[in-house]
């Protein structure tokens, strides 16, 4: 068997075009400050965004299977954050979520990745790597099923 070599150009015609799109982020949270702070890093760094006061509210948009990545409070009015991954692991849609704590202690941090959470952020002292983390989650989404490819975080132009 004798392997042939291929001009690159040639490879290139074969492959079929992927079309980028904007991953999506709801941010469920009652804190009007911290929403804002997440909205303002977040749609600067290229994400389309939506908001949540409650958790009922989320699990309800969330439903509509357009989202990669929710981000939110641990404990809100009405539920907790693991409503999120039951709704997602029910009704198999592939958004990961985010927790974004003000108070977490490190037993909360490690059941909450046992939980299914992708990653927690502490609200004060991580506020730095939250596009970093959700530019993870959007894309471990991206590779559990979710669309569209992420685009705002490719470091080049996929056509």
């Given at each position: 068997?004798?392997?042939?070599?291929r001009p690159c150009e040639e490879i290139r015609s074969d492959l079929r075009a992927?079309?980028?799109g904007r991953p999506k982020v709801l941010i469920v949270c009652d804190d009007d400050h911290d929403?804002?702070?997440?909205?303002?890093?977040l749609s600067e760094a290229g994400f389309a965004l939506e908001c949540a006061r409650t958790i009922t509210a989320a699990c309800e948009t969330a439903?509509?299977?357009?989202?990669?990545?929710v981000i939110c409070k641990p404990q809100l009015r009405d539920g907790s954050w693991r409503r999120l991954?039951?709704?997602a692991t029910h009704y198999d849609l592939r958004f990961v979520v985010v927790v974004w704590a003000h108070t977490f202690g490190l037993r909360e941090?490690?059941?909450?990745?046992?939980?299914g959470?992708?990653?927690?952020?502490?609200?004060?002292?991580d506020l730095p790597r939250v596009v970093e983390v959700v530019k993870g989650a959007s894309w471990a989404a991206f590779l559990m099923g979710a669309?569209?490819?992420?685009?705002?975080i490719l470091p080049y132009k996929v056509v």
């Open positions: 068997m004798s392997v042939t070599m992927i079309t980028p929403a804002k702070r997440l909205k303002t890093m439903k509509s299977g357009q989202f990669q990545v991954t039951e709704l941090w490690a059941e909450a990745l046992d939980n959470a992708f990653d927690v952020l502490d609200a004060v002292y669309a569209p490819i992420p685009e705002a």
